[in-house]
């Protein structure tokens, strides 16, 4: 097993955060390795940032993503910026309100699968925008199984703030069992 | 325990490189950190900043780089281990205080996290510009050590090695990591304090009317006592003599600087590591430090598989030189190239050149920054014929 994954969206997302939470689940809490890069500019908040994982069996020599298996993009420019890559049967997921692409197929990025999900509308609904990241989050594991769910919530309760574990688990499993209509 | 006020965090952590750095040098002792943020090595005085205050140390954001240098030599000569980081500007203000400290043979660990430059350059991107500056950015002629981690979990163990490296032959050791290995999350593992080697700079035992902070002996590394130890001391930048009193005039001078060289060039083997892979029958070496060494990997590997007998030699000092090393590799029966990537335009492989002599075509395979090489750039530098 062997997968590149891009979290990409805007600075303040927490995209780097769901980066790095998958990425701890597959190497401290499954037997697998994982290595996290990431893109951001000289400003952090609001401005376009990408967190790159690549999750394996073995371990990883090259430390950057070389084809992209998973994209999840919670922004249209970080889904513009990265659709170019994908490999022929890559999954991407979006949040459906911001990134435009996310209603068809009508870009016809190969036979790419598109998965959308209203992830801030769902964490607004749970009382907090900023956990829209882990709700996404929720729905990636659901989706592309890349760890267990046990893997990913243990390294959600290991990375976030004491007072919101409780907050983040919620959107997690919201995320988790998101039905797409 | 608090898991905060624990020195060593043993157990596996997904931490980037920077982070690493500074919890390996909490593992082997540094209670004193001086500083001045800069991106993209912020990370490890944020740690520094977090933890240092829970285990008895000391944080200090200075006003600019040349006081962090200069602060780090006064508290190692108060007994306590210390460091600073930085990067490309902050480093290039260093200068002076590394020549100090290399005079007064001042033990501390300096990283040096590279970025784009010239001057403030590329903020948030990797580079290998400063290899040079590195080995001779402060004026006089000196040896240094320099150490390079390829990944998060070098970047702990590394640090501990300079640490142990600055403590063993008293002067500052430079870790030249880069923006990638040092923003680079992995899975670090932390050892048992019991299992980490730790060394400790050998203090005087001589009387205290007896003692000479500059003699040295046959160890060439002086025994050191502290400032409050009781003894009494002199340490300044100027050519001294055994008592550590500015003594200016040429026999000293000459004693002092070849003793200062010699305590490298001496134990150059005792220092240098480097990592060879498939060495046996290469026809060619790709040669490589740092996150190239690691972004060099992959290409070995496909161009193995396409039948190519290629050897893989990673510098993990690539200061000193390891010279002899690399002239014995350059005889290597069948060897046709020796390959460099690095990013820069061709430092260390002014290095390699120079010790291969002629005897092996070597191929400087440069990048300007901003970036890592990809797999191609590599890959086609080896398989070209």
Same mark, same amino acid.
């Given at each position: 097993?062997?997968?590149?994954?891009?979290?990409?969206?805007?600075? %303040?997302? %927490?995209?780097?955060?769901?980066?790095?939470?998958?990425?701890?689940?597959?190497?401290?809490?499954?037997?697998?390795?994982?290595?996290?890069?990431?893109?951001? /500019?000289?400003?952090?908040?609001?401005?376009?940032?990408?967190?790159?994982?690549?999750?394996?069996?073995?371990?990883?020599?090259?430390?950057?993503?070389?084809?992209?298996?998973?994209?999840?993009?919670?922004?249209?420019? /970080?889904?513009?910026?990265?659709?170019?890559?994908?490999?022929?049967?890559?999954?991407?997921?979006?949040?459906?309100?911001?990134?435009?692409?996310?209603? /068809?197929?009508?870009?016809?990025?190969?036979?790419?699968?598109?998965?959308?999900?209203?992830?801030?509308?769902?964490?607004?609904?749970? /009382?907090?925008?900023?956990?829209?990241?882990?709700?996404?989050? %929720?729905?990636?594991?659901?989706?592309?199984?890349?760890?267990?769910?046990?893997?990913?919530?243990?390294?959600?309760?290991?990375?976030?703030?004491?007072?919101?574990?409780?907050?983040?688990?919620?959107?997690?499993?919201? %995320?988790?069992?998101?039905?797409?209509? | 325990? $608090?898991?905060?006020?624990?020195?060593?965090?043993?157990?596996?952590?997904?931490? $980037?490189?920077?982070?690493?750095? !500074?919890?390996?040098?909490?593992?082997?002792?540094?209670?004193?950190?001086?500083?001045?943020?800069?991106?993209?090595?912020?990370?490890? !005085?944020?740690?520094? !900043?977090?933890?240092?205050?829970?285990?008895?140390?000391?944080?200090?954001?200075?006003?600019?780089?040349?006081?962090?240098?200069?602060?780090?030599?006064?508290?190692?000569?108060?007994?306590?281990?210390?460091?600073?980081?930085?990067?490309?500007?902050?480093?290039?203000?260093?200068?002076?205080?590394?020549?100090?400290?290399?005079?007064?043979?001042?033990?501390?660990?300096?990283?040096?996290? &590279?970025?784009?430059?010239?001057?403030?350059?590329?903020?948030?991107?990797?580079?290998?510009?400063?290899?040079? &500056?590195?080995?001779?950015?402060?004026?006089?002629?000196?040896?240094?050590?320099?150490?390079?981690?390829?990944?998060?979990?070098?970047?702990?163990?590394?640090?501990?090695?300079?640490?142990?490296?600055?403590?063993? @032959?008293?002067?500052?050791?430079?870790?030249?990591?880069?923006?990638?290995?040092?923003?680079?999350?992995?899975?670090?593992?932390?050892?048992?304090?019991?299992?980490?080697?730790?060394?400790?700079?050998?203090?005087?035992?001589?009387?205290?009317?007896?003692?000479?902070?500059?003699?040295?002996?046959?160890?060439?590394?002086?025994?050191?006592?502290?400032?409050?130890?009781? @003894?009494?001391?002199?340490?300044?930048?100027?050519?001294?003599?055994?008592?550590?009193?500015? &003594? *200016?005039?040429?026999?000293?001078?000459?004693?002092?600087?070849?003793?200062?060289?010699?305590?490298?060039?001496? $134990? *150059?083997?005792?220092?240098?590591?480097?990592?060879?892979?498939?060495?046996?029958?290469?026809?060619?070496?790709?040669?490589? @430090?740092?996150?190239?060494?690691?972004?060099?990997?992959?290409?070995?590997?496909?161009?193995?598989?396409?039948?190519?007998?290629?050897?893989?030699?990673?510098?993990?000092?690539?200061?000193?030189?390891?010279? &002899?090393?690399?002239?014995?590799?350059?005889?290597?029966?069948?060897?046709?190239?020796?390959?460099?990537?690095?990013?820069? @335009?061709?430092?260390?492989?002014?290095?390699?050149?120079?010790?291969?002599?002629?005897?092996?075509?070597?191929?400087?395979?440069?990048?300007?920054?901003?970036?890592?090489?990809?797999?191609?750039?590599?890959?086609?530098?080896?398989?070209?014929?």
């Amino acid at each position: 097993m062997h997968k590149e994954m891009i979290f990409t969206g805007f600075g %303040g997302q %927490g995209i780097i955060l769901a980066g790095y939470i998958c990425g701890k689940a597959a190497s401290i809490y499954e037997n697998l390795y994982a290595t996290l890069t990431q893109n951001y /500019g000289p400003e952090s908040r609001g401005g376009a940032c990408s967190a790159q994982l690549i999750v394996s069996d073995k371990p990883i020599f090259y430390p950057h993503p070389i084809k992209t298996d998973i994209l999840v993009a919670l922004s249209a420019e /970080g889904y513009q910026k990265n659709q170019n890559n994908l490999t022929k049967d890559a999954i991407i997921i979006t949040d459906q309100d911001l990134v435009p692409a996310s209603k /068809g197929m009508e870009h016809g990025v190969f036979s790419v699968n598109i998965y959308p999900i209203p992830a801030t509308r769902l964490a607004e609904s749970l /009382g907090k925008k900023m956990v829209a990241n882990i709700v996404v989050l %929720g729905f990636v594991t659901a989706l592309t199984k890349i760890v267990s769910k046990r893997s990913m919530m243990e390294a959600i309760k290991t990375s976030v703030p004491e007072a919101s574990i409780e907050l983040n688990l919620l959107s997690f499993e919201k %995320g988790f069992n998101y039905k797409q209509v | 325990m $608090n898991e905060k006020d624990k020195s060593v965090l043993t157990g596996a952590h997904f931490i $980037n490189g920077d982070v690493a750095c !500074a919890e390996g040098a909490i593992a082997a002792g540094c209670r004193f950190f001086a500083g001045y943020p800069i991106t993209p090595a912020t990370e490890i !005085a944020e740690r520094m !900043a977090e933890r240092l205050p829970h285990l008895g140390g000391t944080y200090i954001q200075m006003e600019d780089e040349i006081a962090s240098v200069t602060a780090i030599l006064g508290a190692s000569w108060s007994g306590v281990k210390s460091m600073t980081s930085t990067s490309g500007p902050g480093f290039s203000l260093m200068m002076e205080g590394i020549g100090l400290g290399i005079m007064t043979e001042t033990p501390c660990v300096i990283v040096n996290v &590279q970025r784009g430059g010239p001057s403030t350059g590329l903020p948030t991107m990797v580079a290998q510009g400063d290899m040079m &500056q590195a080995r001779w950015g402060s004026h006089g002629h000196y040896e240094i050590i320099a150490l390079c981690p390829s990944s998060p979990q070098e970047m702990f163990d590394l640090t501990v090695k300079a640490f142990n490296l600055s403590e063993l @032959y008293r002067l500052p050791v430079l870790i030249m990591a880069d923006e990638v290995v040092a923003h680079m999350t992995e899975k670090v593992v932390i050892p048992r304090p019991q299992s980490l080697k730790i060394i400790n700079r050998r203090k005087t035992t001589v009387s205290k009317d007896k003692y000479m902070p500059y003699a040295a002996g046959a160890r060439i590394v002086p025994p050191i006592a502290h400032a409050g130890d009781g @003894y009494h001391i002199h340490i300044t930048g100027l050519t001294h003599n055994e008592m550590g009193y500015p &003594q *200016i005039d040429m026999e000293t001078h000459q004693r002092l600087v070849k003793r200062l060289i010699d305590k490298i060039r001496v $134990n *150059i083997d005792k220092i240098t590591i480097i990592e060879e892979d498939g060495m046996n029958n290469a026809e060619v070496i790709v040669c490589a @430090y740092g996150i190239s060494a690691r972004t060099s990997m992959l290409p070995v590997k496909l161009a193995r598989k396409k039948g190519m007998r290629v050897g893989m030699l990673k510098l993990v000092t690539p200061w000193p030189f390891p010279e &002899q090393k690399i002239r014995k590799i350059s005889r290597i029966k069948g060897l046709r190239r020796i390959i460099v990537p690095e990013i820069n @335009y061709g430092q260390i492989a002014l290095e390699v050149e120079r010790c291969v002599a002629g005897r092996q075509k070597v191929i400087t395979l440069p990048h300007g920054g901003g970036g890592t090489h990809n797999v191609e750039e590599i890959l086609d530098a080896i398989l070209d014929n």
